[in-house]
């Protein structure tokens, strides 16, 4: 005979401990950073973000591989949002990964505590790269007359 399936019960509290969710406050959601993230760069940085458990930030390692895998991307695709996630600062990297022993890169998520530390939240202190104006004639082009 087959046994029954454990039912989850809530705590206390009346919380059930075996649902986890990702919140975004409203300041990173506002935030420029934010709204000019790319979508593989959003996706790399919730898988990233799922894998912080309040313990171990500073510990959260994906393999350029594995996000490809996870993610349904190509591998230069994940490192190109990792480098964009990087540059817009909602990750900093805590150790470079090693090839030779196959050991992946670990990330801190910089919205959250880290090392007994308050979070740094450098993704407020993004701003846009300015660029030069750019004409849509090319510059030999524009003395031209035809």
Same mark, same amino acid.
């Given at each position: +005979?087959?046994?029954?399936? *454990?039912?989850?019960?809530?705590?206390?509290?009346?919380?059930?401990?075996?649902? &986890?969710? *990702?919140?975004?406050?409203?300041? +990173?959601?506002?935030? $420029?950073?934010?709204?000019?993230?790319?979508?593989?760069?959003?996706?790399?940085?919730?898988? @990233?973000? #799922?894998?912080?458990?309040?313990?171990?930030?500073?510990?959260?390692? @994906?393999?350029?591989?594995?996000?490809?895998?996870? @993610?349904? +991307?190509?591998?230069?695709?994940? &490192?190109?949002?990792?480098?964009?996630?990087?540059?817009?600062?909602?990750?900093? +990297?805590?150790? $470079?990964? &090693?090839?030779?022993?196959?050991?992946?890169?670990?990330?801190?998520?910089?919205? #959250?505590?880290?090392?007994?530390? *308050?979070?740094?939240?450098?993704?407020?202190?993004?701003?846009?790269?300015?660029?030069?104006? &750019?004409?849509?004639?090319?510059? $030999? #082009?524009?003395?031209?007359?035809?």
């Amino acid at each position: +005979m087959a046994k029954k399936p *454990l039912r989850r019960r809530p705590n206390a509290k009346g919380r059930d401990e075996t649902w &986890q969710y *990702l919140s975004i406050p409203y300041s +990173m959601a506002r935030s $420029r950073a934010f709204r000019r993230l790319g979508g593989p760069a959003l996706k790399v940085w919730i898988e @990233l973000r #799922c894998r912080y458990n309040k313990r171990n930030n500073g510990d959260l390692s @994906l393999s350029l591989r594995e996000a490809a895998k996870l @993610l349904g +991307m190509s591998q230069s695709t994940a &490192q190109r949002a990792l480098k964009e996630l990087e540059a817009k600062g909602f990750i900093r +990297m805590q150790k $470079r990964g &090693q090839w030779y022993g196959r050991i992946a890169t670990t990330w801190i998520v910089t919205d #959250c505590p880290y090392d007994g530390n *308050l979070p740094t939240r450098d993704w407020n202190n993004w701003r846009p790269t300015k660029r030069k104006n &750019q004409s849509s004639v090319p510059k $030999r #082009c524009r003395g031209r007359s035809r």
